[in-house]
C-alpha cells in the first residue's frame, strides 16, 4: 500500500519588503510602521533641504555683513537702504524669467496643492522658493526664514513620494511631515512643528497621522541640530508669573495683542486690494518700502532676532519699541500683500515680542508690583503668533518649547486663548494663510467628508477579486468563468472597459438558459458603467470622479508602461460609503 505524499508549502519566514507592497500598504493609514518609515525619511530629507537653505543663507550673510548673520543694524545708512532695493531688483528680474506656474510658492502654495492636486508639489517651485527666498534673507527684506522653509520641506517630502510612486493619500501625509520637520528646523521646537502641522497643513488630528509627522519632526530637528546644536533660534530667559496681580494684565495684553493682530492683517488686505496688477512692480514696491523704513528703523531688516532678544532682555527703550513695531508692522503688511518671497512667523514673533515690552513699559507707569519685562514680552510673542496664524496651539507649544519654562504656560494660555477670540471674533479676521488664499482667489479649506476620504487610497478599499472578459463568449467559456470563485466581470468590448457584471449573475443566466452565444450586455443581471482612476488616486479622487462622470464604479489602473495602463481592481459607489461610514 503506497501512501501519498502531500506537497506542503513552505513557510513564508522572510517578509515581502517590495516596493509594491510597500505601496500597497500605504493606502491605508492603518499602516502604522510603514507610516513611521516614511516620516523618518521626509524628516531626514526635510533636515538637508533646510540646512542648505540656512547655510546658504547665513554664510553670504556673515561673509559681507560687519557682525553676524543678523547684524544689518551696523550697515551704514546708504547700503542698508540700497542692500534691499538691489534685492527687490534681483527678485523682480529671476521672478519676470519664470513661467508664472512657476512662480507661486510659500505657504499658500502647499496650501493650494494640498486642497487642488493631492499634495503633489512641483521641483521647479521648490527651486524657484529656495533661489527667491534666499536672495530675500540675505538682501535683507522683512520677514522670516521659517515660511520658505515649509514650502521646501513640504515638497521635498512630496517629491520624495512622488518618486516612489506612493498613493496620494500617503504624499498627503509627506506634506504634513515635511511642514513639521521644516517649523521644528526653523526654531528647534519639534512639538510646535507637529502641532502648526496639524492644526494649518492637515487641519486635522488623527492618531495615525500625528505618528508620522511627530517622527518627521524629531529627524528633521535633530538633522538641524547637527550642525547648528540644539539651542533655540534666540536666547529666552527663564522667567515666571511673580503675582496673582498680573492676571488682570495679561488679560488686558491678550486684547491689545488682539487688536494689534487685526490691524496687521486688516492692512494686508488694503494693500492687496490696492496693489499693482503686475508681481515685477509690487516687488519692487516692497523692497523699497522696507528700504525707506529700514532707513528710519535699521532693526526692521532682516529675520529679526538679534532685536527680539534685545527686547527680552529689556534693553530697548520705549520710543525705540514703538517706532521698531511700528515700521516692522508696516513693513511686514507691504511684504505680505505685495507677494515678497519670505516668512511670517518670525515678524509675527517680533511685532508680538516689541508690544508686549511697550504694553509692559506703559503699565509700569501705573504700578510696579508686575512680573518681569521679559514676562510680558514673552506673552506677546505667543499671543501675536496665535492670533495671526489662527493657531493657538501651535503658538502655546512654540512658546513652551522656547523658554523651556513650564511655569509660564497658564499665563501663556490666557493670553494667547484672549488675543485669538478679540481678533477673530471682536474683529471677523481669518487666519493669515486663510487671508492670503482669499485673496489669491484660492481654495483652502475643505469639507468633512473629502477630509475624510483623503485618508485612503482607492487600493485599500477596491477589489482585486475581477476577471477581464469579452463582451460576446460562447457557452463553455462562461461554464469555464463560472467556476471561478471571484466577484466581478470586467467586460471589454474593442479592448476598452465597457462595464462590470456580477459573476453570480451570469452564473444564474446559465443555469436558466442553453444559448450558446452569451452577449453579456443583454443578459439579465445589475451592470454598472464604468471609467478608470489611477492607483495612486485616493477616495476622495475616485468620489469626485463617481460624481463627475455619472458612473456608478470605477476601474483602478496602473501604469505598467507609457501609455499602457492595466486594471488592478474595481471599486464602486458602496466600498467607498462603506469606507466613509467607518471613519
Known amino acids: 500500500m503506497t501512501t501519498k505524499k502531500t506537497k506542503k508549502t513552505p513557510l513564508k519566514l522572510i517578509p515581502d519588503l517590495s516596493l509594491t507592497t510597500f505601496r500597497r500598504q500605504l493606502a ?57 532695493i538691489a534685492g527687490g531688483i534681483t527678485l523682480a528680474i529671476l521672478l519676470f524669467l519664470l513661467k508664472e506656474q512657476d512662480r507661486s510658492i510659500g505657504v499658500t502654495h502647499v496650501l493650494d496643492r494640498l486642497a487642488q492636486h493631492q499634495g503633489h508639489l512641483p ?33 521635498a517630502s512630496s517629491l520624495l513620494g512622488q518618486a516612489l510612486k506612493l498613493p496620494n493619500n500617503s504624499i498627503r501625509v509627506l506634506v504634513g511631515c515635511g511642514a513639521a520637520a521644516a517649523i521644528g528646523c526653523s526654531f528647534n521646537t519639534p512639538i510646535a512643528g507637529v502641532i502648526f502641522s496639524m492644526e494649518v497643513i492637515i487641519m486635522e488630528y488623527t492618531i495615525a497621522g500625528f505618528i508620522p509627522v511627530i517622527l518627521s519632526a524629531v529627524t528633521g530637528t535633530f538633522t538641524i541640530q547637527l550642525v547648528f546644536g540644539n ?39 488694503l494693500i492687496a486690494r490696492h496693489r499693482p ?21 535699521p532693526a526692521i531688516l532682516g529675520i529679526g532676532y538679534d532685536t527680539l532678544e534685545l527686547a527680552l532682555q529689556g534693553k530697548i527703550v520705549i ?12 513693513a511686514t503688511a507691504a511684504n505680505l500683500a505685495m507677494g515678497m518671497p519670505i516668512g511670517l512667523i518670525g515678524p509675527t514673533l517680533l511685532i508680538g515680542a516689541l508690544a508686549g515690552g511697550l504694553f509692559w513699559q506703559g503699565t509700569q507707569l501705573l504700578t510696579d508690583n508686575l512680573s518681569d519685562s521679559a514676562f510680558y514680552v514673552i506673552l506677546g510673542m505667543g499671543a501675536m503668533m496665535g492670533a495671526v496664524l489662527q493657531a493657538p496651539l501651535a503658538a502655546l507649544m512654540a512658546v513652551i518649547e522656547l523658554t523651556h519654562n513650564p511655569g509660564i504656560i497658564l499665563p501663556t494660555m490666557l ?13 471677523k479676521i481669518k487666519s493669515i494663510f486663510e487671508t492670503q488664499m482669499d485673496l489669491l482667489g484660492l481654495q483652502y479649506k475643505q469639507n468633512p467628508l473629502s477630509m475624510a476620504l483623503n485618508r485612503a487610497s482607492v487600493g485599500s478599499q ?26 466581478w466581470l470586467l467586460v471589454e468590448k474593442d479592448q476598452e472597459t465597457s462595464f462590470i457584471l456580477r459573476l453570480e449573475d451570469l452564473k444564474t443566466y446559465l443555469s436558466s438558459t442553453q444559448d450558446e452565444t452569451i452577449d453579456l450586455a443583454k443578459i439579465p443581471g445589475l451592470r454598472k458603467d464604468v471609467t478608470t482612476i489611477f492607483l495612486q488616486a485616493t477616495l476622495s479622487e475616485a468620489f469626485d470622479k463617481l460624481q463627475s462622470s455619472g458612473v456608478q464604479a470605477l476601474v483602478v489602473v496602473r501604469v505598467t508602461a507609457p501609455l499602457i495602463e492595466t486594471p488592478v481592481g474595481i471599486l464602486t459607489r458602496e466600498d467607498i460609503e462603506s469606507f466613509y461610514s467607518r471613519a
Not at 514696491?285 to 528710519?296: E, F
Open 231 to 269: 539651542d533655540p533660534a534666540f536666547f529666552v530667559p527663564g522667567v515666571t508669573m511673580q503675582s496673582y496681580y498680573d492676571l488682570p494684565v495679561v488679560v488686558l495684553e491678550g486684547v491689545s495683542i488682539g487688536i494689534l493682530a487685526a490691524v496687521l492683517v486688516h492692512l494686508i488686505q
Open 123 to 155: 521641483l521647479r517651485n521648490l527651486l524657484s522658493q529656495f533661489i527667491a527666498g534666499s536672495i530675500a534673507l540675505i538682501t535683507g527684506q522683512t520677514g522670516g526664514r521659517e515660511g520658505p522653509a515649509i514650502h521646501l520641506g513640504a515638497a
Open 28 to 84: 491605508s493609514l492603518d499602516s502604522v510602521p510603514q507610516f513611521a518609515l516614511v516620516g523618518i525619511f521626509s524628516g531626514f530629507l526635510t533636515g538637508l533641504t533646510v540646512l542648505l537653505f540656512r547655510l546658504v543663507v547665513e554664510t553670504v550673510l556673515v561673509w559681507f555683513l560687519p557682525g553676524d548673520s543678523e547684524s544689518f543694524e551696523q550697515l551704514p545708512a546708504l547700503e542698508s537702504f540700497l542692500l534691499p
Open 415 to 427: 493670553v494667547i486663548v484672549i488675543a485669538n477670540i478679540t481678533a477673530s471674533h471682536g474683529f
Open 462 to 487: 477596491m477589489s482585486r477579486n475581477f476577471i477581464r472578459v469579452a463582451g460576446l463568449l460562447s457557452r463553455q467559456e462562461a461554464q469555464s468563468y463560472a467556476l471561478q470563485e471571484t466577484a
Open 277 to 297: 496688477s503686475h508681481l515685477v512692480t509690487r516687488i519692487l514696491i516692497a523692497a523699497t518700502v522696507t528700504a525707506s523704513l529700514g532707513l528710519i528703523a
Open 319 to 330: 520710543s525705540m519699541l514703538l517706532l521698531i513695531a511700528t515700521c516692522k508692522l508696516i
